[in-house]
């Protein structure tokens, strides 16, 4: 079985800070990892995806994430928050079925100016 | 390329009747995916095409569920006889067989059922 977990419901950070947004995975078999953005009335976007090879991915945005398998996590990072990425921010997982995704709850971030 | 789109936008219903969602997906895929969202919650697998065959259904789609896809193009997801659990926003998703498969997803329908 599958599953995404995402530490924190709700994230809040200061206009310029980092943003660390955590997500932890099971997979038996090799996973390919996504982070979506959900932008309030708007549908899901890519933000970034690991399939195979450098385990460092970045995305658009500003926004990187870092596949540790030791650690079973793929935490998406941002040096420096701006107001626009106010949204909610969802982690996936695809593995032997690739066609089924499976998410994580969701974090929201906040960013106070 | 237009993306993925979905008709209509929103839906109020009342308990008990039936409702139909239309998904465009993006013009090149064949493979279309439906999920659903509830609130709080990140969106679940529901069912998947490829072509015109529907491959996979999960469990959560009951036997009020019905998704076709007829000539591997647009689908469309009905829910018969509809309960206020049925309320969410359903999802679609399409992709190009092969290579990595990203899937582009739609604005979604959101349902209400009262």
């Known amino acids: 079985a599958q599953s995404v977990t995402q530490l924190g419901s709700h994230v809040s950070v200061s206009e310029g800070a980092l943003v660390l947004l955590r997500c932890n995975y099971s997979?038996?078999?090799?996973?390919?990892l996504f982070w979506y953005v959900q932008y309030p009335n708007q549908g899901l976007q890519l933000l970034l995806k690991?399939?195979?090879?450098?385990?460092l991915v970045k995305g658009i945005n500003g926004f990187e994430a870092e596949f540790k398998k030791s650690e079973t996590s793929f935490h998406l990072t941002k040096p420096s928050a701006h107001m626009s990425d106010a949204a909610e921010y969802f982690c996936?997982?695809?593995?032997?079925?690739?066609?089924?995704?499976?998410f994580g709850k969701g974090t929201k971030l906040s960013v106070i100016p | 390329d237009t993306g993925v789109s979905q008709d209509p936008r929103h839906k109020i219903t009342k308990r008990g009747q039936n409702v139909t969602f239309r998904c465009d997906p993006i013009?090149?895929?064949?493979?279309l995916y439906w999920y659903r969202q509830t609130l709080g919650q990140g969106p679940e697998f529901l069912t998947y095409?490829?072509?015109?065959?529907?491959?996979?259904k999960s469990r959560l789609l009951s036997d009020r569920f019905s998704a076709e896809r007829p000539k591997g193009s647009f689908s469309t997801l009905e829910i018969q006889r509809t309960e206020q659990g049925d309320s969410a926003m359903y999802l679609c998703?399409?992709?190009?067989?092969?290579?990595?498969?990203?899937?582009?997803f739609g604005p979604g329908t959101r349902l209400l059922v009262l």
């Open positions: 690991y399939t195979t090879g450098a385990t």
């Open positions: 095409f490829q072509n015109e065959a529907q491959l996979e």
């Open positions: 013009s090149e895929h064949n493979r």
């Open positions: 996936v997982l695809s593995g032997a079925r690739s066609y089924q995704l499976t």
């Open positions: 997979s038996s078999v090799p996973p390919y």
């Open positions: 998703a399409s992709s190009s067989q092969g290579g990595e498969e990203t899937q582009y």
